[in-house]
């Protein structure tokens, strides 16, 4: 079992670009978050997905983000016309069940994305 | 007020002394998770308690579900203890959702 897997690990756009970032879960779990680090801040949620539907999406910026978990494929995070306070670190997790976390958390490496 | 507060913000320990972290939560929780992130690196999940206390190696975890706190003890501490460790709480009336503390940065010096 490959674990959570993102990419990339380190993502380098210019103000106006666009940012994609992927998950990929682990085997058999069909339950996506993403969460955001800022520099010297703590974890914050962003969103959670399941297999083709938004569940939760209480704490993304409401202009420029949007994420999707497709039917095949992974989840992917977008951040369209970025700015210099999109950099952070973005870490997604996965879980089996709607009981996330109750037992086991499994995070990816995250992507590490610098606006310049 | 976090929900999820985390001390000290940051620690420096010789080799081989003793290291606690504490976390205190203010809302009921389901369960509570101890991670690891080094410098750069990604999150690692070391412990997840709802009671009492884990153990896996040097590292010990234990909560107090009526005092809502939670420790992570680093015994005979060395330099690859120097990272990021943070609190989560798997939090119930948000739908099991998982909120963080802001993490607490050991440096361990040789």
């Known amino acids: 079992n490959a674990g959570v897997m993102q990419n990339p690990r380190h993502l380098v756009r210019r103000r106006g670009q666009e940012a994609r970032l992927r998950c990929s879960p682990m085997?058999?779990?069909?339950?996506v978050y993403w969460y955001r680090q800022l520099p010297e801040e703590g974890l914050k949620f962003m969103v959670y997905?399941?297999?083709?539907?938004?569940?939760?999406e209480s704490g993304m910026p409401k202009e420029r983000f949007s994420a999707e978990f497709p039917k095949e494929g992974p989840s992917i995070l977008r951040i369209q016309q970025v700015v210099r306070g999109d950099s952070a670190a973005y870490f997604c997790?996965?879980?089996?069940?709607?009981?996330?976390?109750?037992?086991?958390?499994?995070f990816g490496q995250g992507t590490r994305l610098t606006v310049v | 007020k976090n929900e999820v507060e985390q001390s000290p913000q940051n620690l420096t320990a010789q080799e081989g002394e003793f290291i606690t972290i504490n976390c205190s939560y203010s809302?009921?929780?389901?369960?509570l998770h101890w991670l690891q992130q080094h410098p750069g690196g990604g999150i690692v999940s070391l412990f997840m308690?709802?009671?009492g206390k884990k153990k896996h190696g040097r590292l010990i975890a234990t909560i107090n579900i009526q005092e809502k706190h939670s420790s992570l003890h680093i015994t005979a501490s060395h330099p690859r203890d120097s990272a990021v460790y943070i609190c989560?709480?798997?939090?119930?009336?948000?739908?099991?959702?998982?909120?963080f503390g802001g993490g607490t940065r050991v440096l361990v010096k040789p």
């Open positions: 997790a996965s879980s089996p069940s709607l009981d996330a976390f109750v037992s086991e958390a499994f």
């Open positions: 085997k058999g779990h069909s339950h």
């Open positions: 997905l399941q297999k083709e539907n938004i569940i939760d």
């Open positions: 809302v009921g929780i389901s369960a």
């Open positions: 308690l709802s009671s």
């Open positions: 989560a709480g798997v939090i119930k009336a948000a739908g099991n959702k998982l909120t």
